[in-house]
């Protein structure tokens, strides 16, 4: 009984010394793994810090290459490269945001290379700034310049309009004075007598004339010296007005027009006459084609569009 219960106890030893074992190795294997768990955890920790840094970094490079663009299009410049840079950064950007292999390294040199590109950039734009600057300073001057040749060419055309209504206002009296000239250096006929003269040649000099014996009227007047008139030759036209006041006028005997004041008017005969400036007597013969009717008749003489004497007669 003794040896049994012995035995028991042995046994029961031997169990728990194998459940102790038991116990030690499980309890070595779970610290094992939690070191194990602890450092893998640490490492993925590690991973995702760099990750999240990375992320950061090209975040960053990202804004400052936005704020270079908008920088050189306000600037003027090209901004072709700096857009290809650009998409490049957004598809590294997706590409790591996707990946599941964290390749911290590969996209270091990227930053790397970013920040190259980067800092290159910043020399262009400093350049390029400072030849916007110099365009600015020459712009203000040409400015200055355009400014002081706009007040110029205003005084200039201020100084144009005076002179043009100086010109206006001399042309105009000079106009008017050679108007006044030429009128005072134009024939003046005086003395002027309408005779009859009878189909027989007969002259007769009266008040009024029998219409059967008028064949033709003869015009007598003097032309009056005159030191501004030139010595030439002057047509003279005759103007016979019937007591209706219209002009006797026939294309055969040689009427026609002449303009008096600016207009065409009819004219009854006309003759050149050599002026010569020493109270001369002219003559001048009228041949009516038709006879006078009674009444009272006009006679206007004109020389160089000027009216220069003038009577009347009278047909019974």
């Not at 110099?134 to 400014?147: E, I, P, T």
């Not at 200039?156 to 250096?185: C, G, H, I, P, W």
């Not at 007591?243 to 006797?248: I, K, T, W």
């Not at 001048?284 to 038709?290: E, G, K």
């Amino acid at each position: 009984m003794q040896t049994e219960e012995q035995k028991k106890q042995s046994t029961a030893w031997v169990i728990v010394a194998i459940l102790a074992v038991a116990v030690a190795a499980l309890g070595f294997l779970f610290f094992q793994q939690r070191a194990e768990l602890t450092d893998q955890e640490a490492t993925v920790m590690e991973k995702v810090r760099e990750v999240a840094s990375t992320r950061t970094k090209l975040d960053s490079i990202s804004t400052v290459l936005n704020m270079k663009i908008a920088e050189v299009e306000k600037l003027g410049g090209d901004v072709e490269e700096l857009n290809k840079m650009k998409a490049q950064l957004e598809a590294d950007k997706l590409a790591l945001s996707r990946s599941k292999k964290v390749e911290t390294n590969k996209y270091l040199a990227k930053i790397k290379e970013y920040e190259t590109f980067l800092a290159e950039k910043d020399t262009e734009i400093a350049k390029l700034r400072e030849e916007n600057q110099m365009l600015a300073s020459s712009n203000d001057s040409l400015n200055v310049q355009v400014g002081s040749l706009q007040t110029e060419r205003q005084t200039l055309v201020q100084r144009q309009t005076e002179l043009a209504d100086s010109v206006m206002t001399y042309t105009a009296q000079n106009k008017e004075l050679s108007e006044k000239v030429n009128r005072a250096a134009a024939l003046k006929a005086q003395n002027l007598k309408v005779l009859a003269v009878t189909s027989k040649g007969k002259t007769r000099d009266d008040d009024a004339y029998k219409a059967k014996r008028v064949d033709k009227i003869k015009l007598v007047f003097d032309l009056p010296e005159n030191p501004l008139t030139r010595q030439e030759t002057k047509d003279i036209y005759v103007r016979v007005l019937d007591p209706n006041g219209a002009v006797l006028a026939d294309d055969a005997t040689g009427s026609g027009e002449f303009e008096v004041n600016g207009q065409e008017t009819k004219f009854t005969s006309r003759e050149s006459v050599a002026y010569l400036n020493n109270n001369q007597k002219v003559e001048m013969l009228y041949d009516n084609t038709s006879q006078f009717r009674p009444g009272k008749y006009s006679v206007e003489l004109y020389a160089e569009g000027y009216r220069i004497g003038g009577g009347n007669f009278v047909i019974r």
